[in-house]
């Protein structure tokens, strides 16, 4: 019985040990969503927006509709953005924000985390990756009116 009971404790040991380490896994601790790479470069950015030479992002986001959840893991270099966004829009375009990022930037400027997001609207970026962009403004001294930044297309 004991014998019995040792083994169901080990089971059950390496079955949290194993969902520990699924639940840690993704950016800002999500799982599972639908991932789209995401490359963010100065050249993407459309006037009156400015790209800042040098600076470049990468990284994934995660569309995830039954948690109603979009979670980023993109590292940027070169440039500390002040805000981040999502947008409706294909390339060579500008568009309107859909989603707003700008609470995940940490304080080496990199993009981390989850934020909310309508089930309906995760589907629809979900369905059309090439009909949104992500990008990022610097923001005074740099550029006046955030004009500043980097952007990729979702692929």
Known sequence: MIKKLSAVAATAAV????????A???PGGA?????FDVNLVAGEEVAPFI??????GEGVLRFNRGQERICADIEI?????????????????NGGVV???TS???ESGDIVG???AERSLVKQISKNPEDYYVNTHGGPPSVPAFLDGIRGQLS
């Not at 953005?81 to 060579?92: D, K, N, Q, T, W």
């Open 15 to 22: 079955a949290l040990v194993g969902a520990a380490g699924v």
């Open 24 to 26: 840690a896994a993704g």
């Open 31 to 35: 799982t599972g969503g639908q991932p």
């Open 51 to 56: 790209g800042v030479q040098g600076a470049s």
């Open 77 to 93: 270099d070169g440039f500390t953005p002040a805000l981040a966004h999502i947008h409706e829009g294909v390339a060579g375009t």
């Open 99 to 101: 989603v707003n990022l």
């Open 104 to 106: 995940l930037i940490t």
């Open 114 to 116: 989850c934020v909310d």
